[in-house]
Nanobody
Framework: VQLEESGGGEVQAGGSLRLSCAAS????????MAWFRQAPGKEREWVST???????TYTDSVKGRFTISQDYEKRTLYLQMSRLKTEDTAVYYC???????????????WGQGTQVTVSS
């Protein structure tokens, strides 16, 4: 499984960005896909999940601002981020084969990450 993120960059607070994640994987439709992020000096945290059944879930801090979606034909996962805040600054990681364990989300496969910087 190979995952490659793109679309990161620098944006002012209140702005928008769309992250993409191209997945090289067989049976793409059978995978739970997710986005995580890691801010400087902090542990990696879960952001959003799109289950293989199509269920979308979000961490509370991004609800109403971020939207996860995917294009099955292109095998690409997206994260549309709007009304960005400085606290959204982080490296964003695409993940595949996600699952819940110990009260949190985890994944077996990871992309290399893309930097998102939100300036005030």
């Amino acid at each position: 499984v190979q995952l490659e993120e793109s679309g990161g960059g620098e944006v002012q607070a209140g702005g928008s960005l769309r992250l993409s994640c191209a997945a090289s994987v067989d049976s793409y439709r059978s995978y739970c896909m997710a986005w995580f992020r890691q801010a400087p000096g902090k542990e990696r945290e879960w952001v959003s999940t799109l289950s293989d059944a199509g269920t979308k879930t979000y961490t509370d801090s991004v609800k109403g601002r971020f939207t996860i979606s995917q294009d099955y034909e292109k095998r690409t996962l997206y994260l549309q981020m709007s009304r960005l805040k400085t606290e959204d600054t982080a490296v964003y990681y695409c993940a595949a084969a996600c699952y819940e364990s110990g009260g949190g989300y985890h994944s077996d496969y990871w992309g290399q990450g893309t930097q998102v910087t939100v300036s005030s």
